[in-house]
């Protein structure tokens, strides 16, 4: 990264080979940053330098996330203390609320259908798809054979290709042929385990079709791999009947509109993204599974449902894949993950599925309660007014002083923040 006149450059050879201070020293002189902004990015929290420089590509340095931890949890007769880490003011103080309401009629009840997800082989310019499709599936003995002599500790215990399904699509560059290995993973996310048994099927594949296999990877609509989360919530505790009729008038609202719903989802996901942060998961295998999944019926659908039963009480329901695993990955390698973990006191990767899939309910419980009775901003914006405070600059007691001045204001802005800190700074001084 070099000037190059009055332009800088992206092009730099070998910055990959620099020592993680050299690569600093480079990034420093490309984008003028100050000693102090330099420093900042060196500070890997919780996460060793050298680790984290074998984790990606390129490393400068660390980015901290909040970790707070949401109280309260009883999941299929557990108890739970859940770590989260997320920037999201509000989300931890409603996910701890919304498990204390759903302990009154005994928390959460969780069911799962097991760790197994989608190894995809495509295989293009086949002579005969049907013929094909037929000669794959009369050897599938074989495919497995060699699918599972890729992972024999896997299969040690209990997991491995255990299925085969093939199908013929038609797309826009003709018809194609993908045969779909279904695989328990264990306790692993299974990623790394599907990938090489694809890897390794492609030879059969191409013999038995021929035709030419191209993309071999995972599927991350883990629709084999679903979570089913369930609780009933007490009127009284949340509010009475007008709060469960708006609650479940607010899930109608998201069944029938994409716009809605999109809204109704990101608030479930809230709570199992910042779960899935601290414990080490692929996030974004589970933002694409939950969302896919979402659009199954060909239309965008919410992942819960919301219903009054016959005492009056609220009753809900999520179901949607959850694609997490304790073996491999940062829930390995994060030292900070791996401490979240242990306070989690979860033992296999559907205990935390089952884990993340009661937040996903808690936090959809909790935006939908704050919409349909008091409005979603009268908690959220108590704390962001702490965030916006500190972001103009307020240090020590000026932090709580200038977020109530604005909240009694109703004037949550960083300018009316920077004029209440000059105006109390003067009152002090």
Known sequence: MRVEGMTRSSRFEGFYKLPLEKRREALKEFASLTDEEVKTLANTGGLPAEVADHMIENVIGGYTYPLGIAMNFRINGKDYLVPFALEEPSVVAAASNAAKMARVKGGFTVTNTGPVMIGQIQAVNVPKPDTAKAKLLAHKAELL???????????SLGGGAK????????TLKGPMVVVELIV??????????????????????????????????????ADRR???????????????????DGIVYAYAFADADPHRCAT?????????????????????????????YASRSGHYKPLTTWEKNREGD????????????????AAKTHPTARANIKILGVKSAIELAEVMGAVGLAQN??????????GIQRGHMKLHSRNIAISAGATGDLIDMVATRMIVEKRVRFDRA???????TKLKS
């Open 314 to 329: 609220l009753v809900g329901t999520l179901e949607m894949p959850m694609a997490v695993g304790l073996v491999g990955g």
């Open 418 to 424: 920077k004029e209440l800190i000059d105006e109390l």
């Open 264 to 292: 109704h989802n990101k608030g479930i996901m809230n709570g199992v993204i910042a779960v899935g942060i601290a414990c080490g998961q692929d996030i974004r295998a589970l933002e694409a599974g939950a969302h896919s």
């Open 163 to 170: 299925d085969l399904n093939v199908k013929k699509l038609s």
């Open 184 to 221: 328990n993973t264990g306790d692993a996310m299974g990623a790394n385990a599907v990938n090489t048994m694809a890897e390794a099927l492609t030879p059969m594949v191409e013999e038995i079709t021929g035709g030419r296999v191209l993309l071999r990877i995972i599927s991350n609509l």
């Open 226 to 244: 679903l979570v089913k989360a369930t609780a009933v919530f007490d009127k009284e505790t949340i509010g009475g009947e007008d709060v469960v």
């Open 145 to 155: 054979k060699k699918a599972n002599d890729q992972d024999p500790m896997l299969v």
């Open 365 to 374: 419980f909790a935006a939908l309660r704050a919409l349909a009775s008091e």
